[in-house]
């Protein structure tokens, strides 16, 4: 199914989606040679719980990320103990349906239980003995896991805005160094997985020049990097289609590859600029969820042509865009609906509430069978 412009009428659009259900093309199919689409799936949705989200995510994607399965908190939330039972069926979905699977994340500020920078409650640890953990860590889940996950976020978030490295407790006990020390005992605890670093609005020129200082650093240091993870929870406005397009071309010229990691749109008003850092919140505030029971018609047509774009752009750096992904499933599942502000009604995805295909969908597969 072709449409002639991203811009049609959305009634026009939503039967076009009632026909799709039947007889469309999949967004895999759709992307079949240019790139992974993948998806994040929850711990729900890892366990096949609900029959018509699992058919759309083996459908529809030939991809996955975990949102918190592979996490340092409900991986290893006690020293010595790790409990693999919701990754090891997570990593048995992907090997089950045949998708490229994804690790997120090894090293992060986030999410890391407060044992692992101590020696005793309280008491900061020793650079040895965080070394020690981490490696320890990393060859514990990446080993466990070798050859059958295909792509690790090895560091995630190590920036600041401008540029600098984040002063996350890794690298107040660690140093500058730690990023290179993690991607190097990811290589050794399996040489063939790709490796990349995951951070959000690298299209910031400050904050693509930290990472592009990363990159080199590791390439300097003859560690394996694959790909930079461009996040990419967007906004109506930003980042600008040339922006985007700039920032794949400067980590192309570095000869690594470009992973769309976490893609959403938020179609609401923002509390504060373009970061998506996890630590901000926000009160409600009605201003702040101004579509609680439907998304505006117009809204719709902007957050149709907005994800037209953006494939159009990853399309157009096909050999340089190897994979993109959809953070969460459906708009129900989208941590938007409770960040910055809990309890909003948010709308970034490709699939509404009930798990239908919205207008957006019908875009992108166009834009991608051209």
Known sequence: MHLQKTTLPLLLLCLSCAAWAQTG??????????????????????EAADAKEDRIITQQFDSISPENALKWERLHAK??????????????????????????????????PDWVFESTPGKPITRAALLERLHDHIFAVVGRYKG??????????????????????????????????????AQEADPQAELGYNDYSLENPKKLAGAIAIVKKLQTAGVKISYVGIQGHDHLDWP??????????????????????????DVLPSAWGHSADVSL???ADAKLNPYPKALPEDVSRQL??????????????????????????????SWLNNWPV????????????????????LAVEDVLQK
């Open 79 to 112: 020293p010595g103990v790790y409990d693999f039972a919701l990754a090891d069926r997570y990593v048995d979905y992907g090997t089950k349906h045949h998708l490229y699977t994804v690790g997120h994340t090894l090293v992060w500020h986030s999410q890391v």
């Open 342 to 361: 809990v309890g909003r009604t948010s709308y970034p995805l490709l699939f509404d509430r009930k798990g239908d295909p919205k207008p957006a969908l």
């Open 304 to 333: 149709t042509q907005r994800y037209a774009d953006l494939f159009r752009i990853y399309a157009e750096h096909r050999q340089s865009v190897e994979r993109v992904t959809l953070w969460g499933l459906s708009d129900r599942d």
């Open 240 to 265: 600008s289609n040339s922006d985007e397009t700039q920032t794949i071309e400067a980590f192309a010229r570095l000869g690594v590859k470009v992973a769309i990691t976490e893609l959403d749109i």
């Open 148 to 185: 059958r996950i295909q792509a690790w976020d090895v560091v995630n978030e190590a920036l600041n805005d401008d540029g600098s490295l984040r002063d996350s407790k890794w690298r107040q006990i660690l140093g500058d160094d730690y990023i290179v020390q993690a991607f190097r005992w």
């Open 281 to 283: 919140k926000h009160t």
């Open 25 to 46: 093309i999949t967004l895999r199919q759709a992307a079949q040679g240019k790139f992974h689409v993948g998806v994040a799936i929850n711990t729900s949705q890892i």
